[in-house]
């Protein structure tokens, strides 16, 4: 039997990156897959190697939009085991020049998205026993510089997760976080600096072994997911290929 085999997850930024990649080895590993981004015309392209999944085109900065893609994953296949929140947004600004829409962006799609999802996918989580993977960053747990709204949420998110976890540590439910390094996706490939940057401030976000690879960082997700993972609750898992190790 796969890992995640009969798991129904729902995961979201399954249109780009890590998500997607998530998508497909969860797919692999038996589960079927619920995908939720923005873009629906590059789902169907990364759906076509997701066999029995299916997604859903949602901004996750709408608690609507959450609570309906919820209730449709579950409508779709009668249960949810996993939530996985990959989505994620980062733009490099100069704290001084951030406009509030920038910061209300920042949370919007880092935090109060995964906290929306979180909230609606609960109580299917608590029947069938589940859990829930946060993808936070190694932006959850240090400074990186002109981030200061991604950071904040990152931070913000990781909170959530050991809030959660405390809040429902009597329950048959299990929350954690991943916290990756630089992953080689278009969020890093399409990564723009402010204008006049500090390149050395820049250059200390650099891995020292370069990009991961995010099938590499997916199977960590997997394990967290699946029964594996049985005995890890409020965790908080640094992927980074030895970015933070000092
Ligand atoms: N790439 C890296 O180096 C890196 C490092 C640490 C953490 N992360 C985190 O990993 C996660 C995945 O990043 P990635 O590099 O694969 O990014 P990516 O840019 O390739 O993909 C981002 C995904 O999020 C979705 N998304 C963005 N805004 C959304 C919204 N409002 N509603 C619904 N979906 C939305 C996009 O549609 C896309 O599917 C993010 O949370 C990111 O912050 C990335």
Same mark, same amino acid.
């Given at each position: 039997?796969?890992?995640?085999?009969?798991?129904?997850?729902?995961?979201?930024?399954?249109?780009?990156?890590?998500?997607?990649?998530?998508?497909?080895?969860?797919?692999?590993?038996?589960?079927?897959?619920?995908?939720?981004?923005?873009?629906?015309?590059?789902?169907?392209?990364?759906?076509?190697?997701?066999?029995?999944?299916?997604?859903?085109?949602? !901004?996750?900065?709408?608690?609507?939009?959450?609570?309906?893609?919820?209730?449709?994953?579950?409508?779709?296949?009668?249960?949810?085991?996993?939530?996985?929140?990959?989505?994620?947004?980062?733009?490099?600004?100069?704290?001084?020049?951030?406009?509030?829409?920038?910061?209300?962006? !920042?949370?919007?799609?880092?935090?109060?998205?995964?906290?929306?999802?979180?909230?609606?996918?609960?109580?299917?989580?608590?029947?069938?026993?589940?859990?829930?993977?946060?993808?936070?960053?190694?932006?959850?747990?240090?400074?990186?510089?002109?981030?200061?709204?991604?950071?904040?949420?990152?931070?913000?998110?990781?909170?959530?997760?050991?809030?959660?976890?405390?809040?429902?540590?009597?329950?048959?439910?299990?929350?954690?976080?991943?916290?990756?390094?630089?992953?080689?996706?278009?969020?890093?490939?399409?990564?723009?600096?402010?204008? *006049?940057?500090?390149?050395?401030?820049?250059?200390?976000?650099?891995?020292?072994?370069?990009?991961?690879?995010?099938?590499?960082?997916?199977?960590?997700?997997?394990?967290?997911?699946? *029964?594996?993972?049985?005995?890890?609750?409020?965790?908080?898992?640094?992927?980074?290929?030895?970015?933070?190790?000092?």
């Amino acid at each position: 039997m796969s890992q995640l085999s009969g798991k129904v997850a729902l995961v979201t930024g399954a249109s780009s990156g890590l998500g997607a990649a998530v998508s497909r080895l969860f797919a692999e590993r038996g589960a079927s897959v619920f995908g939720v981004a923005r873009d629906a015309a590059r789902m169907t392209e990364v759906f076509t190697e997701v066999p029995g999944g299916t997604y859903a085109s949602v !901004d996750i900065a709408s608690a609507e939009a959450c609570n309906q893609a919820v209730a449709r994953c579950v409508e779709e296949f009668g249960r949810l085991d996993a939530l996985i929140n990959v989505a994620g947004f980062h733009q490099m600004r100069h704290t001084i020049s951030m406009t509030d829409e920038d910061w209300a962006k !920042d949370l919007a799609v880092n935090l109060n998205g995964p906290f929306f999802l979180c909230r609606a996918a609960l109580p299917h989580l608590l029947e069938t026993g589940g859990n829930i993977v946060n993808v936070a960053s190694i932006a959850g747990i240090e400074g990186e510089v002109y981030s200061a709204g991604y950071c904040a949420a990152k931070h913000g998110l990781v909170g959530l997760t050991r809030a959660l976890a405390i809040e429902f540590t009597s329950e048959r439910l299990r929350v954690n976080a991943v916290c990756p390094g630089g992953m080689l996706t278009p969020q890093t490939t399409e990564f723009a600096a402010p204008e *006049d940057a500090d390149w050395n401030l820049i250059m200390r976000i650099a891995a020292p072994r370069g990009m991961m690879d995010v099938a590499d960082v997916a199977k960590t997700i997997a394990f967290l997911a699946s *029964d594996d993972a049985a005995a890890v609750h409020g965790a908080v898992y640094i992927v980074d290929a030895g970015k933070t190790a000092g």
